[in-house]
């Protein structure tokens, strides 16, 4: 077995339960989107950015028809890799961290790795994909011969399956066990906190979770 592997079954276990106490954000509902609302808070936008959110949600009502749930993963990780730019906050922001929406992501056709793994969540969610299936998951990455931070989208197909990930840097959809270049950290959705090993930059996981907490309230005032 990979060390990937060992490592993500490790992540079954939530780390603490008071976790989900002070994060306030977790719930079993399933994500979707208010396509009405969504479609109102983009008309706030340029007329650029209309379009993109309108392909995103007809593409996302395709991935949600097709009965494989792989080739949903598939459809979703193409659409936000060739249509998003990589570019850090600061270029894109003006700050060090920050967190977009899909349609704020849209609206810059640009992003970071969080950004795309905001947006793939987001748009598995609303094509069918339970969350429980979906962590966003901080890793540390090889990348050009140095180790960095980064954050990939992780698919389980049962909990204890090894996950499928969705990357920015390697745009096709792969096992962990393919990934020798990530090195797993931990994980977090709407439903809870996995601890991994290692050590990343990406820094102390509660103060994830309080962004990410702001991200989705955020992203549903937006009508996700």
Known sequence: MSRFVTRTLNWARPVLAVLACVAGLWTAAAWGWDKDKLSETASRYPPKTQAAVKAMIQMA??????????????????????????????????QIDYWATPLEMLDKGAGDCEDYAIGKYMSLQAAGVPSAKLRMVYVRAQFQGR?????????????????????????????????????????????GLWTGV???????????????????????????
């Open 61 to 94: 009502e395709r991935a949600a028809t097709l009965p494989d749930e792989r080739e949903r993963l598939a459809m979703v990780n193409d659409f936000f890799n060739k249509r998003v730019a990589f570019k850090d906050d600061m270029e894109v922001w003006s």
């Open 147 to 191: 180790p960095q931070a980064h954050m990939v989208l992780a698919y389980y197909a049962q909990p204890e399956s090894e996950p499928l990930i969705l990357d920015n840097i390697n745009p096709e959809v792969r096992p962990a066990s393919q990934r020798s270049d990530l090195t797993p950290v931990f994980s977090f959705n709407g439903e």
């Open 198 to 224: 290692g050590a990343t930059s990406a820094g102390n996981p509660l103060v994830r979770l309080s962004i990410w907490r702001d991200l989705l309230a955020k992203a549903k005032a937006e009508g996700f």
